[in-house]
């Protein structure tokens, strides 16, 4: 007969640590055991550091001539440029990408994007 699949698993943790645990449950008997303080100290931990992480793409500058993006990712700068033939991204030279996505989310950029079509510019319509 198959094994099942169990819901739980085990980690090691140094008995130093689980000492201090222990006398932490005596002291903060809201936690019924070890593995409850564990699984909650696991969860909040997780949380917080989803919380403090920063986007992969941020607004570096712009201009009538484009706009800088951090991205995280890259650990870098990327120019997305607009151009009277549309607008580009420098690192994938092409028109169409993440990083032009990005810059056509910023309602700045939107603005000039606008005011370039009025002119006649061959820019995406957002």
Same mark, same amino acid.
């Given at each position: 007969?198959?094994?099942?699949? $169990?819901d739980?698993?085990?980690? +090691?943790?140094?008995? !130093?640590l689980?000492?201090?645990?222990? &006398?932490?449950? @005596?002291?903060?008997? $809201?936690? *019924? +055991?070890? #593995?409850d303080?564990?699984?909650? #100290?696991v969860? =909040?931990?997780?949380?917080q550091?989803?919380? +403090? $992480?920063?986007?992969?793409? !941020?607004?570096?500058?712009y201009d009538e001539?484009?706009?800088?993006?951090?991205?995280?990712?890259l650990?870098?700068?990327? $120019?997305?440029?607009?151009?009277?033939?549309?607008?580009? /991204? +420098?690192?994938h030279? #092409?028109?169409? /990408?993440?990083?032009?996505?990005?810059a @056509? &989310?910023?309602?700045e950029?939107? *603005?000039? =994007?606008?005011?370039?079509?009025? !002119?006649g510019?061959?820019?995406?319509e957002v």
């Amino acid at each position: 007969m198959p094994e099942k699949e $169990q819901d739980f698993r085990g980690v +090691s943790l140094k008995r !130093e640590l689980v000492e201090q645990v222990e &006398s932490f449950i @005596l002291e903060f008997p $809201q936690y *019924k +055991s070890i #593995a409850d303080f564990v699984h909650e #100290a696991v969860r =909040l931990r997780m949380e917080q550091i989803r919380g +403090s $992480q920063k986007p992969r793409f !941020e607004q570096f500058n712009y201009d009538e001539n484009g706009v800088k993006i951090i991205d995280r990712e890259l650990h870098d700068l990327v $120019q997305v440029f607009i151009k009277p033939d549309g607008i580009t /991204c +420098s690192y994938h030279k #092409a028109h169409d /990408c993440a990083h032009i996505d990005f810059a @056509l &989310s910023i309602p700045e950029v939107r *603005k000039i =994007l606008e005011k370039k079509r009025k !002119e006649g510019w061959k820019v995406p319509e957002v």
